[in-house]
């Protein structure tokens, strides 16, 4: 067998909005910068995404509660925009984000709603370092722009949940029994985003890529719809060659993708490169021990190695047929060790202990 073929990054959201931001530039000199977040409602919060900044150093891997602030809620129930024409005068360093804002010399400041199918999203915020900037015909120029700018991020969002849902009337017709509950797929996810808001900046690395492999992680396994039930599910450990057919999960799994990236004609949306390499990549390890293609070091992509750690992690905190639950510094030390042997990023092991109280809120959050 050829071995699968490693896809390499394509353009973003971000590269997008920095062209559109160009555009805005012509019309409208005084927006230095343009900036999307959006909105986590299980949690409630809002999350930095993308951003273009000509002026100012960007705020990255920051979130907080929509409900914490008065005016955001208002506008996230209602359309409209929000103008602050003086930031020094109204604005308190109080939070992160306020004392960011104030420090990179912003003086007033565009707010509006991002929608998807009317459902609010997130938001758009403008700033400009000139006091009174968004006039009425800015406001109306950014508005246009927004339109643009809402039709690229909800496209992509649509898009991303047509390859979820596809894949789970895919594993209704397979008759899959329960081989991962959901509670364990929503805490893989968002500890592999905990891991990459830790480690992205290492990288050079920004929001989007972060709330993308959230996005696919749970999707890293699809290939074991097609292994059978008595390999799947047994609760014991698995002959070589029941192990043999396991392995195979990851080619199943790729062409899986391949063929609902193709039925929708979305197989070149930018970040489902991410999602391939999730699928791909997520049983290599770093010292070529791992499959299907015994990968090494950085040839394996930084969003497999997040997952890689994320998944294992899980699995030692939870009980499986084959071992009980570890507690958490059982399983930290596992991880770390398997680092030290050359198998596992470190920097996404250590990532974990950083983030523990956050870990520990979604343990005790998605249970089961």
């Known amino acids: ?98 004392s960011w804002l104030l420090s990179q010399g912003y003086q007033s400041s565009f707010t509006t709603v991002l929608n998807d199918e009317g459902k609010f999203f997130g938001f758009l915020f403008a700033n400009s370092t000139q006091k009174g900037a968004f006039t009425l015909e800015v406001q109306r120029d950014l508005l246009l722009f927004t339109s ?41 996810a968002r500890n592999s985003r905990l891991i990459a808001r830790k480690v992205a900046g290492k990288y050079g690395l920004n929001d989007e890529f972060v709330e993308n492999v959230y996005f696919f992680a749970p999707l890293h396994d699809i290939g074991k719809i097609g292994i059978p039930d008595e390999i799947l599910l047994k609760p014991g450990k698995l002959t070589p060659d029941e192990y043999a057919v396991m392995r195979t999960h ?6 899986i993708i391949e063929t609902i990236l193709g039925d929708f004609n979305i197989s070149e949306l930018p970040n489902c490169t991410i999602l391939r390499n999730i699928v791909l990549c997520h049983h290599e390890f770093l010292d070529g021990s791992g499959y299907p293609n015994g990968l090494r ?9 997040i997952v890689t750690v994320a998944d294992i992690f899980d699995a030692l905190m939870h009980t499986r047929p084959y071992k009980k639950q570890w507690t958490y510094e059982q399983a930290l030390a596992e991880l770390r060790r398997m680092a030290a042997a050359g198998q596992l990023d470190a920097d996404c092991v250590e990532a974990l202990d950083c983030a523990k109280s956050e870990i520990e809120s979604v343990l005790s959050q998605y249970t089961g």
Request: aromatic share 2%; with cysteine; proline share 5%.
């Open 148 to 188: 643009l700018i809402n039709m690229a991020i909800s496209s992509e969002l649509a898009a991303i949940r047509s390859i979820s849902a596809s894949i789970e009337v895919a594993k209704d017709l397979a008759n899959l029994r329960d081989f991962e509950t959901g509670a364990h797929l929503e805490r893989m």
């Open 1 to 98: 067998m050829h071995p699968l073929k490693l896809l390499q990054p394509s353009p973003t959201l971000s590269a997008r909005l920095s062209q559109i931001h160009e555009r805005i530039l012509e019309r409208a000199p005084c927006v230095e910068r343009i900036a999307c977040v959006i909105h986590d409602a299980d949690s409630d919060m809002l999350k930095t995404f993308i951003n273009s900044t000509r002026a100012g150093t960007p705020i990255a891997g920051y979130e907080f509660k929509l409900a914490d602030s008065v005016s955001l809620s208002r506008l996230a129930a209602g359309q409209g925009v929000r103008i602050i024409d003086d930031i020094p005068a109204a604005i308190v360093p109080n939070s992160k984000h306020s």
């Open 250 to 255: 990851v080619e199943k799994g790729m062409r």
């Open 297 to 305: 070091s950085a040839d394996i992509p930084l969003e497999a190695r």
